[in-house]
């Protein structure tokens, strides 16, 4: 996966979403008298789909308003920063990758999207979006458990890893407990001087 394969992936989802939620909301409209589907559901369908729509196709026009590129931004001008992340995925033997390979629309799988560490980047692609660090900019990281309850009591443990940049942005990415484990030491072992541990450990 490369950040450009990324964004063509994004742009062709979004736009699936897009139609798939107006052609809902239409037929939700016109079958109300015979389903009682109340119209601000049908309104909000079509409206929902439409908005979508022009998000993605705005995305398409410019970078900035792209779902995966606007998270590039406060790097540089998007289009470069992505070309230069795909430079350095494209070096395989100095790129690390955490986690099985990608596994689409997976609901409720910690695992699905491996966390990937380039020279420079630390990254991982989603469905329709993109998280990203760039490694000099990190000031403090650390692992993340989340208990999730689910019906007749059961529950879910995600594990993440949670980054925070000199700019104030954070970043979390999660995985199985085993590989957010291996970042966090590979993290440790690459960034020596940067803190690491818990929330309540970060250093001023």
């Not at 736009?15 to 409209?29: F, K, S």
């Not at 016109?30 to 995305?59: H, Q, S």
């Not at 630390?122 to 990281?141: N, P, S, T, Y």
Request: proline share 4%.
């Amino acid at each position: 996966m490369t950040v450009m394969g990324q964004v063509r992936q994004t742009n062709r989802n979004g736009l699936v979403v897009a139609v798939l939620l107006t052609v809902l909301g239409v037929i939700a409209w016109i079958g109300r008298p015979t389903f009682g589907v109340p119209w601000e559901i049908a309104a909000g369908l079509e409206v929902a789909g439409v908005a979508l729509g022009f998000l993605v196709v705005a995305g398409m026009i410019s970078p900035r308003c792209n779902l995966v590129l606007r998270r590039l931004s406060s790097y540089g001008p998007p289009l470069q920063v992505a070309a230069a992340i795909d430079a350095e995925l494209a070096q395989g033997e100095t790129v690390w990758t955490f986690g099985s390979s990608s596994r689409m629309f997976r609901i409720n799988n910690t695992a699905k999207f491996p966390i990937v560490i380039t020279p420079s980047w630390l990254l991982q692609f989603g469905e329709l979006g993109l998280k990203v660090a760039r490694l000099h900019d990190i000031k403090w990281f650390y692992k993340k458990t989340l208990t999730v309850n689910h019906s007749f009591g059961v529950k879910d443990r995600w594990y993440s890893v949670v980054v925070h940049e000199q700019n104030g942005d954070v970043a979390e990415f999660t995985q199985v407990e085993s590989e957010a484990d291996e970042v966090i030491e590979f993290l440790r072992l690459l960034l020596p001087g940067v803190a690491c541990g818990f929330p309540g450990a970060e250093k001023g």
